[in-house]
Nanobody, 119 residues
């Protein structure tokens, strides 16, 4: 089982920056893929960024060049650095752990952290 605890969401003005953190209960380098998703009111949850155990990253087109996913293996924590924030980035952001196709339970989710971009 993997427990995930997100933090860092808050109200920020357009053009501002935030860094979200996701602390995991497992050795993060052993997790197949870590990801950040977001869900805005009335919309489906969407992938924002992901980071594989091998270091490969993937970003939604809407955040490329503005957001960066990274990890600190010594702290078992994944980060999402968000720059040049826009009102359309407003959403609840969820951390996701993918244990891979051979895991009994593959996906785990955090409780979410609210990011609001508004003046």
């Amino acid at each position: 089982q993997v427990q995930l605890v997100e933090s860092g969401g808050e109200l920020v003005q357009p053009g501002g920056s935030l860094r979200l953190s996701c602390a995991t209960s497992k050795t993060i380098s052993s997790i197949y893929r870590m990801g950040w998703y977001r869900q805005a009111p009335g919309k489906q949850r969407e992938l924002v960024a992901s980071l594989s155990s091998g270091g490969s990253t993937n970003y939604a087109d809407s955040v490329k060049g503005r957001f960066t996913i990274s990890r600190d293996n010594s702290k078992n924590t994944v980060y999402l650095q968000m720059n040049s924030l826009k009102p359309e980035d407003t959403a609840v952001y969820y951390c996701n752990a993918d244990r891979g196709p051979l895991a009994g339970t593959r996906y785990y989710w955090g409780q979410g952290t609210q990011v609001t971009v508004s003046s």
